[in-house]
């Protein structure tokens, strides 16, 4: 009995410990069936992908930017076959030993190499490290490939301008991607190495022109090389800009600046078609289109000619007697000064105990507004604009498009300023003082414009009030579908003015030319209205302009309209330093519009209203 009972109990022990057992081996196959599944179903993609890499590896394709061209279809912008090196850091088994290498093969900055290959992404993606290599360079790369893990030389398109500084501020110039840029929601689904627009049109129409990215997929031998394509998904190149500008006038308008520093903007004042914009002194875009050290960026930017700055757009300056313009629409249209009043002028006005003098010391003696616009006398102003009043002034300089930007498709556009209580009260923190009035009803003072802005006042005026957007670009052609784009022109508005004041304005102005102060911009070809303006930059200046030094000197202003009966074109002229508007800058004015005469029966665009797309292609390839 006691036997069978111990054996009974060692059975159970040895039954306990098979269950034990079993139950022990069926929680191990578990686990191991639970990490086949977690290693084959769950992860098994990305160990796939992993392998794949292992010998295969994705390459962006970078697409080619759209063509820009201008109104006639010549090429502005185009682009050019050059060589990129690229590495891709998975293949790379020690960073800085690769940064050593391609620093002393190819005479590059060892910090821009680092700061390249540590743009933050996949080890995958390849950094591009270098574009628009020299073929030297390419070949010295690839004889250097066994000895460069990593490292790949690929072919793409580069932006090149074959007119140089033609035209530079507004085409603008591209550049690769910076890193704060790539943050922004605008350049979402770009990558290190992608080329946008920096400046110009380039930068403000960067989503129609930069194109989308392709990809190929790679196979790679150990050191990663490439050995063969796999796969290829084409990149699509970006789309084309027709602009309004017509180059053969906008060459001319750099011309006559040469060397001087400066601004000419000319426009279809029944559009707002920009059809030329200089500003000097000027840049070459396709050096800044390439990767500058930074050295040689501190030496751009510290120019003293500032040649990045777009002076059309850009440069704020007194607009002087140029301003007496907008001044005359609202001292008839206020009833401060009808046709016939007349002021008194004997070369000075008293406000308190200071003398405001005329720019003529002997006085103009009795005129009116006519006269006053004619011999651009500053007391019939002075006193036009002491009865006026500021806000009133600002209100209608407002109403011209001053003090704001015109809305040009140019970034950075500066919006001048146009100077009223309220704002000298938010600015300067100051209250308006009855003097200031005196300074500003002769555009100084606190009272700045840009060239853009003038032309388009005297376009307005040479458009009877109405006034239009000023515009770069015409249209947008879709490279994919073909699809033409056009752009409308936009009004802006209209002055509140009568159609007789705008008469009487254009009748003075078309005087100045004849017997006024701009008798130097009097054309044979064609009748001709204006305003001469002279900026002073210094006070209190003395002797002759010639002893004066040249960064002391006024800025000399021209604006006008043509022909006086028709107009069809307006210009604005603003040279730097360049002394009297009559004597330095109405002739350059003369000089442009005599050119578009010359030029106008060929001055429609490639496109026009009627046009399908493939009419416009045609033209285009004509040309």
Same mark, same amino acid.
């Given at each position: 009995?006691?036997?069978?009972?111990?054996?009974?109990?060692?059975?159970?022990?040895?039954?306990?410990?098979l269950?034990?057992?079993?139950?022990?081996?069926?929680?191990?196959?578990?686990?191991l069936?639970?990490r086949?599944?977690?290693?084959?179903?769950?992860?098994?993609?990305?160990?796939?992908?992993?392998?794949?890499?292992?010998?295969?590896?994705?390459?962006?394709?970078?697409?080619?930017?759209? $063509?820009i061209?201008?109104?006639?279809?010549?090429?502005?912008?185009?682009?050019? !076959? !050059?060589?990129?090196?690229?590495?891709?850091? /998975?293949?790379?088994?020690?960073?800085e030993?690769l940064?050593?290498?391609?620093?002393?093969?190819?005479?590059?900055?060892?910090?821009?190499?680092?700061?390249?290959?540590?743009?933050?992404?996949?080890?995958l993606?390849?950094?591009k490290?270098?574009?628009?290599?020299?073929?030297? +360079?390419?070949?010295?790369?690839?004889?250097?490939r066994?000895?460069?893990?990593?490292?790949?030389?690929?072919?793409?398109?580069?932006?090149?301008?074959?007119?140089?500084?033609t035209?530079?501020?507004?085409?603008?110039?591209?550049?690769?991607?910076?890193?704060?840029q790539?943050d922004?929601?605008? #350049?979402?689904?770009? %990558?290190?190495?992608?080329v946008?627009? &920096?400046?110009?049109?380039?930068?403000?129409?960067?989503?129609h022109?930069?194109?989308?990215?392709?990809?190929? !997929?790679?196979?790679?031998?150990?050191?990663?090389?490439?050995?063969?394509?796999?796969?290829v998904?084409?990149?699509?190149?970006?789309? +084309?800009?027709?602009?309004?500008?017509?180059?053969?006038?906008?060459?001319?308008?750099?011309?006559?600046?040469?060397?001087?520093?400066?601004?000419?903007?000319?426009?279809?004042?029944t559009?707002?078609?920009?059809?030329?914009?200089?500003?000097?002194?000027?840049?070459?875009?396709?050096?800044?289109?390439?990767?500058?050290?930074?050295?040689?960026?501190?030496?751009?930017?510290? +120019?003293?000619?500032?040649?990045?700055?777009? @002076?059309?757009?850009?440069?704020?300056?007194?607009?002087g007697?140029?301003?007496?313009?907008?001044?005359?629409?609202?001292?008839?249209?206020? *009833?401060?000064?009808?046709?016939?009043?007349?002021? #008194?002028?004997?070369?000075?006005?008293?406000?308190?105990?200071?003398?405001?003098h005329?720019?003529?010391?002997?006085? %103009?003696?009795?005129?009116?507004? %006519?006269?006053?616009?004619v011999h !651009?006398?500053?007391?019939?102003?002075?006193?036009?604009?002491?009865?006026?009043?500021?806000d009133?002034?600002?209100?209608?300089?407002?109403?011209?498009?001053?003090? &704001?930007?015109?809305?040009?498709? $140019?970034?950075?556009?500066?919006?001048?300023?146009?100077?009223?209580?309220? =704002?000298?009260q938010?600015?300067?923190?100051?209250v =308006?003082?009855?003097?200031?009035?005196?300074?500003a009803?002769?555009?100084?003072?606190?009272?700045?414009?840009?060239?853009?802005?003038?032309?388009?006042?005297?376009?307005?005026?040479?458009?009877n009030?109405?006034?239009?957007?000023?515009?770069?670009?015409?249209?947008?052609?879709?490279?994919?579908?073909?699809?033409? &784009?056009?752009?409308?022109?936009?009004?802006?508005?209209?002055?509140?003015?009568?159609? /007789?004041? #705008?008469?009487?304005?254009?009748?003075?102005?078309?005087?100045?030319?004849?017997?006024?102060?701009?008798?130097r911009?009097?054309?044979?070809?064609v009748?001709?209205?204006g305003?001469?303006?002279?900026?002073?930059?210094?006070?209190?200046?003395?002797?002759?302009?010639?002893?004066?030094?040249?960064?002391?000197?006024?800025?000399?202003?021209?604006?006008?309209?043509?022909?006086?009966?028709?107009? *069809?074109?307006?210009?604005?002229?603003?040279?730097?330093?360049?002394? %009297?508007?009559?004597?330095?800058?109405?002739?350059l004015?003369?000089e442009?519009?005599?050119?578009?005469?010359?030029?106008?029966?060929?001055?429609?665009?490639?496109?026009s209203?009627?046009?399908?797309?493939?009419?416009?292609? @045609?033209?285009?390839?004509?040309?």
């Amino acid at each position: 009995m006691a036997l069978a009972h111990a054996a009974e109990t060692e059975f159970g022990d040895f039954y306990r410990r098979l269950m034990i057992l079993r139950v022990g081996l069926l929680l191990v196959v578990a686990l191991l069936g639970l990490r086949l599944w977690h290693l084959q179903i769950r992860e098994g993609p990305y160990y796939r992908d992993l392998s794949e890499n292992n010998r295969t590896r994705q390459v962006l394709l970078e697409p080619a930017r759209g $063509l820009i061209y201008d109104r006639h279809g010549v090429l502005l912008a185009n682009n050019v !076959s !050059s060589f990129s090196l690229y590495v891709t850091l /998975e293949d790379v088994k020690d960073r800085e030993v690769l940064v050593e290498q391609l620093a002393d093969l190819l005479s590059l900055d060892p910090d821009l190499i680092r700061k390249k290959l540590a743009v933050k992404g996949g080890k995958l993606l390849p950094r591009k490290i270098k574009d628009r290599m020299t073929l030297r +360079d390419a070949m010295l790369v690839e004889s250097h490939r066994l000895d460069l893990p990593g490292v790949m030389v690929e072919v793409e398109s580069q932006r090149n301008y074959p007119g140089g500084v033609t035209a530079a501020h507004i085409l603008g110039y591209v550049g690769e991607i910076s890193s704060e840029q790539l943050d922004k929601p605008e #350049f979402s689904g770009l %990558h290190q190495g992608s080329v946008v627009g &920096q400046y110009g049109v380039e930068k403000s129409f960067d989503r129609h022109v930069r194109g989308l990215a392709g990809r190929k !997929s790679i196979e790679v031998d150990a050191v990663g090389h490439e050995k063969q394509a796999a796969v290829v998904e084409k990149p699509q190149a970006g789309n +084309d800009l027709y602009l309004t500008i017509d180059i053969r006038l906008q060459k001319v308008a750099e011309e006559l600046l040469g060397q001087e520093y400066g601004a000419i903007v000319a426009l279809d004042p029944t559009n707002g078609d920009i059809l030329a914009m200089a500003s000097r002194p000027a840049f070459d875009p396709n050096v800044l289109s390439r990767e500058l050290t930074p050295k040689q960026w501190v030496e751009i930017v510290q +120019d003293e000619g500032r040649p990045l700055n777009n @002076r059309a757009s850009q440069g704020q300056y007194p607009p002087g007697s140029t301003f007496k313009v907008p001044m005359a629409v609202a001292a008839l249209e206020t *009833k401060t000064m009808s046709p016939s009043s007349t002021v #008194f002028c004997n070369g000075g006005y008293q406000f308190g105990k200071r003398i405001y003098h005329d720019w003529k010391a002997s006085g %103009h003696g009795a005129v009116n507004l %006519h006269d006053a616009l004619v011999h !651009s006398c500053d007391v019939y102003f002075y006193t036009v604009g002491q009865r006026m009043g500021i806000d009133v002034m600002a209100e209608f300089g407002k109403e011209f498009g001053l003090g &704001q930007g015109t809305g040009v498709e $140019l970034p950075s556009e500066r919006s001048g300023i146009m100077p009223s209580i309220a =704002w000298k009260q938010k600015v300067k923190k100051e209250v =308006w003082l009855p003097g200031e009035t005196v300074s500003a009803a002769i555009g100084q003072g606190y009272v700045t414009v840009t060239p853009l802005q003038m032309a388009s006042v005297i376009g307005t005026v040479a458009n009877n009030g109405v006034n239009y957007r000023p515009r770069l670009v015409h249209a947008v052609m879709d490279r994919a579908t073909g699809n033409l &784009q056009e752009l409308p022109a936009v009004p802006r508005g209209k002055i509140k003015a009568k159609p /007789e004041t #705008f008469r009487i304005i254009k009748e003075a102005l078309a005087d100045v030319v004849k017997v006024g102060t701009a008798t130097r911009a009097k054309s044979s070809l064609v009748t001709i209205a204006g305003k001469t303006g002279t900026a002073q930059v210094a006070a209190l200046r003395t002797g002759p302009e010639e002893s004066i030094p040249k960064k002391f000197r006024d800025h000399a202003w021209f604006v006008a309209f043509a022909p006086v009966e028709s107009p *069809k074109i307006a210009v604005a002229v603003l040279g730097e330093h360049m002394g %009297h508007g009559g004597s330095a800058a109405a002739p350059l004015a003369k000089e442009v519009i005599e050119t578009y005469m010359k030029l106008a029966p060929q001055m429609t665009t490639v496109i026009s209203g009627s046009s399908t797309a493939g009419q416009s292609r @045609r033209s285009l390839e004509e040309s």
